[in-house]
Nanobody, 120 residues
Framework: QVQLVESGGGLVQAGGSLTLSCAASGTILSIVRMGWWRQAPGKERELVAS???????DYADSVKGRFTISRLTAKNTVHLQLNNLQRDDTDVYYC??????????????WGQGTQVTVSS
């Protein structure tokens, strides 16, 4: 069984910063990639940023230069630093991990979501 636990969401003024963290635990053989997605009510979930096992990162165009994803491999933890937050960044943010629980068996796992609210 695998569990992703997120922390760090909250309310911040426009221009401010937050750090989101996500820790994966359970029966984990190896992690392919971890990432953060966000979803507003009535909209599809969109990828914000991801980082793979080699350290390569990918960002949505809307957050490039403002958000930074990093990973502590030994602790199966991923962080997302959110700087210069704007009102459009208000969403529920979800951590995800694609990982192997045994050789040849991988799956995608999701956290419960953490709310980020940016006020003007």
């Amino acid at each position: 069984q695998v569990q992703l636990v997120e922390s760090g969401g909250g309310l911040v003024q426009a221009g401010g910063s937050l750090t989101l963290s996500c820790a994966a635990s359970g029966t984990i053989l190896s992690i392919v990639r971890m990432g953060w997605w966000r979803q507003a009510p009535g909209k599809e979930r969109e990828l914000v940023a991801s980082i793979n096992s080699g350290g390569a990162t990918d960002y949505a165009d809307s957050v490039k230069g403002r958000f930074t994803i990093s990973r502590l491999t030994a602790k199966n933890t991923v962080h997302l630093q959110l700087n210069n937050l704007q009102r459009d960044d208000t969403d529920v943010y979800y951590c995800s991990a694609r990982l192997y629980t045994q050789p040849g068996l991988w799956d995608d796992y999701w956290g419960q979501g953490t709310q980020v609210t940016v006020s003007s």
